[in-house]
């Protein structure tokens, strides 16, 4: 079936450093690819997306660029700010047609003044 | 403004007994989702329902109940059945195309007393 598979956290940085997280899939067909943002006690946040390869996705100064090649969707950010922290879903949907979203566990991404 | 509501925000459940989380969304999204988080676990899909009258288990749908008798709702009933019930539980929908985004409500966060 369809996975998704993202660094472990948590992922600690100082204010205004370069953020990679890094995400890989399994999945038949052509999926979808998101980043989703969870604030803490919040629900999940659209980041952004990207629905076929080479597509690049960008929001807030985050990009993600879908890699048919290497399955991966590895989330960046030029210079993360205190409020960037949060935790980091990738997703995919539609791959081999089910609905539904597949997550991976998360990334708990925390920025130190 | 539209998006969806989750309520109750908190809720306890006792020893044997039902309870029932509702999702009310005004997007008029024909999908609709539900979804259990648990802590290092990411989000698991319980049931979905592509439009009324009909849904679909998820992965985990045991000890869970749904109905869609309406476009806009979505309750999930939280059965006796379901022995490890406590975790953070997030409706979503979306428009019926299965590359389309997901929107998230705020979440209701059970747990058994």
């Known amino acids: 079936g369809d996975s998704v598979t993202q660094m472990e956290g948590p992922v600690t940085l100082s204010e205004e450093a370069f953020l990679t997280i890094n995400c890989t899939y399994t999945?038949?067909?052509?999926?979808?690819l998101f980043w989703y943002v969870q604030y803490p006690g919040e629900g999940l946040q659209l980041l952004l997306k990207?629905?076929?390869?080479?597509d690049k996705g960008s929001n807030k100064g985050f990009e993600a660029t879908y890699r048919k090649e290497t399955t991966s969707f590895h989330l960046e950010k030029g210079s993360v700010q205190v409020s960037d922290s949060a935790v980091y879903f990738c997703a995919l949907t539609g791959g081999g047609g089910a609905d539904g979203l597949t997550f991976g566990k998360g990334t708990h991404l925390i920025i130190q003044p | 403004d539209g998006g969806i509501t989750q309520s109750p925000k908190y809720l306890f459940r006792k020893e044997g007994q039902n309870v029932t989380l509702s999702c009310e969304q005004n997007l008029n999204h024909d999908a609709m989702y539900w979804y259990r988080q648990d802590p290092g676990q990411g989000l698991r899909l319980i049931y979905y329902s592509q439009i009324v009258n009909d849904f679909q288990k998820g992965d985990i749908a045991e000890g869970y109940s749904v109905s869609r008798e309406k476009k806009e709702s979505f309750p999930l009933t939280v059965t006796s059945a379901q022995k490890n019930p406590t975790a953070f539980y997030l409706c979503a929908s979306s428009p019926y195309n299965f590359k389309n985004i997901q929107y998230f409500g705020a979440g209701t966060r059970l747990s058994v007393l």
């Open positions: 990207a629905t076929k390869a080479d």
């Open positions: 999945a038949t067909g052509y999926p979808s």
